[in-house]
């Protein structure tokens, strides 16, 4: 079901992976929008009042204030042309499952590189390791997670293979190692140009600079 075009604006931050989902989401279907960039170590009062969590992305639609990247993807998926979601029910509730388990992956990806030390890094490493291993054995060897068609579970997995752009210039960490439909996935998605797009050309530094911050076990491992 489509709704009559509104006015839309993304509120968004340069590095968050969440941000990310909706904006190829947006480019996938065409949408127009705006877009704010805040810096979220320095929130504007007016992000304040209107966020609830204080988190991005938030969208703006004609003034109504929507949070939490799932409800932001699912709301343009059901009022916009060109629907990203399967249409069967039981399909699209399992791909909703997946979204999930991105994010999921993205919170261990926080802590492996938040970790403060090389034990704490080491078991997070696991962590993350065990989890694309159960994303292997879902994958089906064609272009995108469900087949031939792109789907919300390929935006939402696209942010989490970037971080891995950065993290394999520190070092092999042996994450991603030996899972060959998952690399073949990640080199797609990010071949695709709405995911290409999703961030600026500075990506790799402003992340990379961020991680550097982060007085963790991996910031010790940047040179």
Known sequence: MTEQRRSLNLVSHHLCPYVQRALIALAEKGVPHERTYIDLSDKPEWFKRISPLGRVPLLLVDGAVLFESAVIVDYLDETTP???????????AMHRSWVEFASAVLSDIGGFYAAPDAAGFEQKRRTLA??????????????WFGGPDFSLVDAAFAPVFRYFDVFDRIGDFGVLADLPKAAAWRRALLERPSVRNAVAADYPDRLKSFLKQRNSHLSTLIH
């Open 82 to 92: 060109h629907p990203l979601h399967p249409r069967d029910p039981l399909a699209k």
């Open 130 to 143: 065990a989890r694309f291993g159960t994303l292997e054995a879902a994958l089906n060897g064609n272009p």
